[in-house]
């Protein structure tokens, strides 16, 4: 560990610690940039909108290629990362400790487990093995003298399971027990189900998902429901995209131009980046 990765684990800590922040999600070098200018205190990867910067759909992308990514994104600017490490790219514990290690050796300063296993037909990791997975990742963590926050992440919500409530309550339970420092059950629905997980938890914190608009999914009503961490996934990236599709479709269908009138000044961005290569 080098003093820099040092000094970023130890800014996360402490954001962990109280209050509630958001920990926005760049896809590239230059919107990690971008949002550190925008005085954001922390950063998260998104596995899926790297991997629609590689034409891939989510999960699609080989570990070393996501390891590149999170090294290049934690070298972009000195605040803390956190990996999108999806399932660890493993199955068995021993797959993910091993896999963990390479990802505390990328300068980040955390890293999400997650309990889904990408098969439709069985969508989640049965829940012994699903502890057993955080289980390895925090006992390399140890290990390795390193103390990235690990996240363990509860996907009920995401895979459509009826009972998502009641999985994510336990899991992420056992989970917490299991020695991870944050808890996560991304698109979880109401106010009420996610401040109910909070006390489940207490006193680790929780991060929440705000992938989309809503009345409830304000910053200020997440943190009185005792978030302590908000993240955005893809939608960032999702939202690039859908100003680049409204673009190119206005010139392909109408040979009009006038969708470019919404494009970030030129002069901006110039002067952002140029400051960026002298740190």
């Known amino acids: 560990m080098d ?3 040092s000094a970023a684990i130890a800014r996360f800590r402490t954001l962990h610690e109280s209050g509630c922040f958001v920990i926005p999600n760049p896809w590239d070098v230059g919107s990690a940039v971008y949002l550190r200018h925008l005085g954001f205190k922390a950063l998260a990867t998104t596995s899926a909108g790297f991997a629609f910067t590689r034409a891939m759909p989510d999960a699609a992308i080989p570990i070393d290629l996501v ?7 934690a ?3 000195d605040l803390p990362v956190n990996a999108d ?6 199955i068995e514990p021993e797959g993910v400790a091993a896999n963990v290690s390479l990802c505390i050796g990328t300068g980040a300063a955390g890293l999400s487990i997650e309990d889904s296993t990408g098969d439709p037909s069985k969508p989640l990791y049965d829940e012994k093995l699903a502890i057993e997975r955080v289980k390895a990742a925090r006992q390399t963590i140890d290990a390795s003298g390193i103390p990235v926050i690990l996240t363990a992440r509860c996907e009920a919500w995401l895979v459509g399971h009826k009972d998502a409530q009641a999985i994510a309550r336990d899991r992420l339970a056992a989970f917490a027990d299991a020695g991870a420092d944050c808890l996560y059950a991304p698109s979880v629905r109401t106010i009420g189900e996610i401040a109910a997980l909070v006390k489940i938890v207490a006193p680790k914190p929780v991060n929440a998902l705000v992938s ?7 910053v200020s009503k997440l943190a009185d429901a005792g978030v302590r961490r908000i993240s955005v996934g893809s939608a960032f990236a999702r939202a690039a995209w859908g100003g680049f599709i409204r673009a190119a479709k206005s010139i392909s269908e109408t040979g009009s131009f006038e969708a470019l009138g919404d494009a970030a000044p030129f002069a901006e961005l110039n002067g952002i980046f140029g400051k960026s290569t002298d740190q």
């Open 85 to 90: 490490f999806q399932d660890g790219y493993a």
């Open 75 to 77: 070298e972009a600017t």
């Open 67 to 73: 390891l590149g990514h999170v090294r290049e994104i």
């Open 212 to 218: 989309a608009p809503g009345p409830d999914w304000t």
């Open 3 to 5: 003093n820099r990765q």
